[in-house]
């Protein structure tokens, strides 16, 4: 059985002993060499930041927030592809495809009056659409207004229509307003449709369909964007735009109507804008973690403090993070502002390696040389870092396989600077490490680098030398207790929590808390919501928020116009074909996102079929030409000509287009379920039928994050499992690790959605992160545990936290104080990064020092045996060993007697009748039983008087007693022989371990015990037993000398 548990031993710890090895190298390695550890790390950094100049900087939000395959994207292919839109001829805001460049306005009434339908308000309104469309900029030498950029239909800007009733206000004795009709109508002035529902919000109507009152007013500026010039045109107007509107709120100038103002490029501006915001900080947060770093790396022993290393920790992070970016740039990858977040997170990350790695140096044996200290700090504190780095690394290249561009960009640049975290972590602050081992070497100051006392050598000195300048140890006396005293802090962990923790109430608190925990975790899962509110990507004092509070508040009733596109030929002649389209038309109006009334769906077929003197054609050709005839071929009269494409020859139709109006769709989750439903009832028109809308690319987002956020943490969890088991051998050890990985990560979803935070793909970023995160403290905490040469739980635990609980309070409140400036920084992205972060670092925090502590000692290895009762026989039988033993010890000792002074004869060992040389001393020279068998062989002198003298001499030179060679092998003379008991049987009798055996009475024995004489028994053993009775020849065999038996 111990070789089978020998060999799985050795199965499952290899990867363990490995890394123990190869680190314990590289720390011999950091520890005789360190100065090229740190200069060679430091050449790579300079290295790699000049891949800042391939900085390529992307602030697109469709690009960064929508799935890189997504549906919708797919579907504007399918669009486009059939109806490109054409902004300098025929542009129709019903139509587009992408958002392109814009300016848009939203108006109300400043006398807080519901109804801007007056004469003076729209008087003001006409004087602020003549201000935006003469505005003037300069590009390239040149001076450009609205009107010379602007998309076209024909010849014309394409127009707020609704500014025609202007004429209808100003005439209230010759139209009224009760002569508006909702929700179309045709203009006064040149008798187009008019479509309220894309202008008017929050509109009251009467019953005859008349409208009673309209709160606000929305007008659109639309730019050619066909060529890349006009793009760079349109960015500039909508720069002039922006500062018009801004200018005319600031400065007041209309007095009755207040302006809320949106642009294209204003979601990218206030992205861009809202990450920039954290800059001020980097130098105020490495500053602040600089000085706690410090103050928490000091020591009492102004020799073993290390003050420094803490600020070099912080230096080693943040030049491995900006190593790490300045690679990726030179891979090409893209930098987003969310990058911007990572060093804070690297900066943590590296503090809390730091302290590992000083509680482990603190650990090694000051006595002991520099390379022989740094390869015990590695060897202890890599392998712990190497657990917590890799699961960040996995976690974070996780987030790569995301269908978001967002994500992925921000895993990207946070994994390499994990890994370069680490490395640097491992050479460079490695080789500071070392430095300071070798200043602590010659006992020099930590701060002045002076050669000081230690504490014990300066009692002769003032207080102020004893407390700011003694330190370090005694070389002479290196266990001296004045230059060796417990760490406070450590030692409390061990000592004050250890034993709190294995109070078995405490225990069962504990755990009734932690149910609570996750009763709350659970409540609050269910509440989570889904989507990015598009408010979160602005600051809070943004221009912006005012035109979304606006925009939801009085045009969420009709907000989008969804294109119908069938795509493929098909023989629209046949009453088949012209069923399918109507029955797919039908069921999109019937759903309740849509409107039905079929006045606000548009359909080019409905539109012919139904017009009088409709006659079915026979045949398709007929039908396409019908359908030419009745549009004339003019998309300035027909604008529903823009919905038929024609294949090449012109006699089929390959793709056809209808509009439908959305109604009552407001939040992310009617957004998302009106998507689907409209995809499925396409998928099941029998037709190659698709829907599409601008935002739709957007909504693609709110319907992948929740699966996407599952399988992340799904394979994220699975993979951080699998690493805790392959580093801590130990079945049992990686259950209970990746159960607190389970529910740290439930915590942090559950009471983030009770904190405001919704599952979006910055959320979804801090969930990838915080996988990593979770296995932390825990896999120290389990690690220390498994490592720990104790034996009983208790001891166990009370072990594991005097090693890692100091570094773990250390690396969660660096973390936090890391954080703060994302805190500070005001705005919803680095808001949901603090939140998230303080909580996977919090709950983290608390399952490493508490519940995974507690949780090994009920149901981890070695739980289940009782230790009591083993230490109990284990302290029984030393006792009884420590009495058997003392009383042997006291025996008298046994000698053998001379050959040549005693004999065998009649069964009984006498005096022998041979008379003995005179002359000769006891020494044994050469039979291997006397002290002096070493020297010469025989005498260097035959005279009796010679030999005594030298042996008298050698005796008194050894202090050895007269009868040396007696004495070697414990024999006595037969006068100190005695009369005892001696058991026949020499074998332990339950029930009487506490009496040494030659004291054992026969009722005690349980056989008879028969009184022998000590001086022929033990005589006669002994002396069958020496060399002496094999020289007579006797026939008993020698045996070797049991101490049982003496």
Known sequence: MSIRRSKKRIRWDFVDALLCRIFYQIGLWVGKRPGYFIIVPALLALTCMTGYQKLEYENDPEYLFSPIDGPSKYERAVVEEHFKVNYSSYFSIERITRPGRFGHIIIVSKDQDENILRGEVFREIKILDDMITNATFEYDSQSFTFKDICARWENKCSSNKILDLDEILNKPDIYGIESINFPVMFSPIDFKPIIFPVHFGGTEVYENSTI???????????????????????????DKFLELISKVEKENTFKHISIARYASKSLELELEENTQTIKPYYVSTFLLMGVFSIITCMMTDSVKSKPYLGLIGNISASTATVSAFGLCMYCGVKFIGLNLAAPFLMISIGIDDTFVMLAAWRKTNVMNPVPIRMAETLREAAVSISITSLTDMISLFTGIISPFPSVQIFCIYSGFAVVFTFIFHITFFSGFLALSGYCEEKNLHSITFCKVEPLSKSTHRSFLYRWFCAGGTDRENPENPIDNPNNTCMSWFRDTLGDFLNNSFVKTLVLVIF???????????GQLKEGLDRRKLSKADSYTIEFYDREDKYFHEYPYRIQVVVSGQYDYSDPAVQDKVENLLVNLENTQWIARDQIYSTSWLRSFTSQDGYVAYDNEEDFINGVKSHYNQTVIDHPLSLDIHYDESGKHIIGSRYLIQARNVTGTVQETAMLNELRQICKNSGLNATVFHPYFIFFDQFDLVLPTSYQNMIWGAVTMMGVSFFFIPNLLCSFWVAFCIISIELGVVGYMALWNVNLDSISMINLVMCL???VDFTAHICYAYMSCKKKRPDEKLKEALYSLGLPIVQGALSTIFGLLALLLAGTYIFLVFFKMVFLVITIGAIHGLIVLPVLLTIFGPGSCTNHDKVEEKKAKKDIEDSIYYDYVHKLPKYEIPHPKLLSYQNFKLQESPITSIQGFDDSDYGIGTGENSSENSSPTNGSPKSCTRINQIENEKNNKNNDG?????????????SVREIPLPDYPVTGIYNQPRALRSSQQLGYPVYPMTNGIANETRDYKRSKSHNNLNFPTGRYSLDLKFA
Do not use: H
């Not at 009152?213 to 500039?236: H, N």
């Not at 149910?515 to 899962?525: T, V």
């Not at 060679?965 to 022989?977: A, D, G, N």
């Open 212 to 238: 009673e009152s309209v709160p606000a007013v929305q007008l659109a500026y639309f730019i050619a964007v066909d060529t890349e010039r006009q793009k760079t045109l349109g960015s500039i107007w909508e």
């Open 515 to 525: 149910s609570l925990y996750l009763s709350g975790a659970i409540y609050g899962f």
């Open 772 to 774: 990593g995160f979770s």
């Open 965 to 977: 060679w007696r004495q070697s092998i414990s024999v006595i003379p037969l006068s100190e022989f």
